[in-house]
């Protein structure tokens, strides 16, 4: 039935994509549980289903909203692990859409206008573990570094063996950012450090890496 249900949906439209929720591993891609956190980066193509306040729906008395910095956190950790985030909503009964949704929308949107090339058609972090400031997603010979926690001045990424070209701030690209890279060949260990200009944005800010090659990450965690 899952299969027959899928071959239905790509026969009436073809570049339509069905979710893994059709069951039985036929669908286009993975869904995780509500409002689910992997632990870790994921193979393949992956989606969680989330909910602004508690509900799925609207429900009069749930005003426990998600903050805006609490949403683009998640908008980076789930990035970062290669899983998309889609938000649900809970218009009312007469269609219209609760203000603290819109008011919540409205702001990843603006974020978005600016960062929106670090999560668009991005891959998951090359690296096998997760970083206490924040997260990477990937996308061709470019790697951004989505910042949940400002590192100030200085910044240092640690197992990168690709050498960078250049790196930007996508909120003010004319901002300059300093580059250092050093190798121990002896040790096999390399280390990027950043000098950084002041923060631009007061919850996430981004940095892109063009790199000489499609990432080349150390894998020993």
């Given at each position: ?14 570049d ?33 289903p ?44 007469d ?33 096998p573990y ?15 570094l ?76």
């Amino acid at each position: 039935q899952s299969q027959d249900l899928s071959r239905f949906v790509h026969r009436l439209q073809p570049d339509c994509l069905v979710s893994g929720r059709v069951g039985n591993g036929v669908g286009d891609y993975g869904s995780l549980g509500d409002n689910q956190i992997p632990t870790g980066r994921l193979e393949g193509y992956w989606e969680t289903p989330a909910t602004l306040n508690d509900t799925w729906g609207y429900k009069t008395d749930d005003p426990n909203w998600k903050s805006v910095k609490t949403l683009r956190h998640l908008l980076v950790d789930l990035s970062s692990k290669g899983v998309n985030y889609l938000l649900n909503i809970g218009p009312r009964a007469d269609g219209t859409v609760p203000q603290p949704s819109i008011n919540r929308l409205l702001a990843i949107g603006k974020w978005m206008k600016t960062n929106s090339e670090a999560i668009y058609g991005t891959k998951a972090t090359p690296y096998p573990y997760e970083f206490p400031w924040g997260g990477i997603t990937q996308k061709g010979n470019r790697l951004y570094l989505l910042f949940t926690k400002w590192p100030g001045k200085r910044f240092t990424l640690p197992g990168l063996r690709s050498r960078v070209k250049k790196a930007t701030l996508l909120a003010n690209k004319r901002a300059k950012v300093q580059i250092s890279q050093t190798r121990d060949n002896d040790l096999d260990y390399d280390i990027l450090q950043l000098d950084l200009p002041k923060r631009p944005d007061p919850n996430v800010s981004v940095i892109a890496l063009d790199l000489d090659g499609p990432p080349d990450v150390d894998q020993t965690a």
